[in-house]
């Protein structure tokens, strides 16, 4: 069985999103961390070399397949931020509908920036998500 790469690290939370070249999309990621923090109630931790995530869960596939991963978690990208929402984003759509600008993938959403979305629409799906 293949080594698992996304494992949580004992890197910088903060070191690696002061790293992310674009002002904005910096400054957005802090701000993601902290609404984040707040609704899990736990600190941020690097979960391979680029997601920041929050708990941790065992899965195990009927395959046999199994690991550990964060309960909730974003990644800077380079056209976007990526936002790993428990539970599958499609479970919000009507909450997405008020949203703003943002792409959906099967667990992920997808936002450019935090100026393009509303951001307490935002905070009900985090904090939604994790109940």
Not at 62 to 68: I, L, R, Y
Not at 81 to 90: D, E, K, Q, T, V
Not at 105 to 112: H, Q, R, T, V, W
Request: with cysteine; proline share 2%; hydrophobic share 35%.
């Amino acid at each position: 069985m293949a080594n698992l790469k996304t494992k949580q690290t004992e890197d910088s939370v903060t070191a690696f999103l002061n790293k992310v070249e674009d002002a904005q999309k910096r400054k957005d990621c802090f701000a993601i961390s902290d609404m984040m923090q707040k609704a899990t109630g736990l600190a941020p931790a690097m979960w391979g070399t680029s997601i920041v995530g929050f708990g941790s869960y065992h899965y195990k596939y009927e395959s046999g397949h199994e690991g550990d991963m964060c309960i909730i978690g974003f990644s800077p990208r380079k056209q976007n931020i990526a936002l790993y929402i428990p539970g599958g984003i499609h479970k919000y759509d009507d909450l997405l509908e008020k949203l703003g600008k943002h792409k959906t993938g099967k667990g992920c959403l997808y936002i450019n920036s935090l100026d393009k979305v509303d951001v307490e629409v935002l905070n009900s799906i985090i904090t939604q998500s994790l109940q």
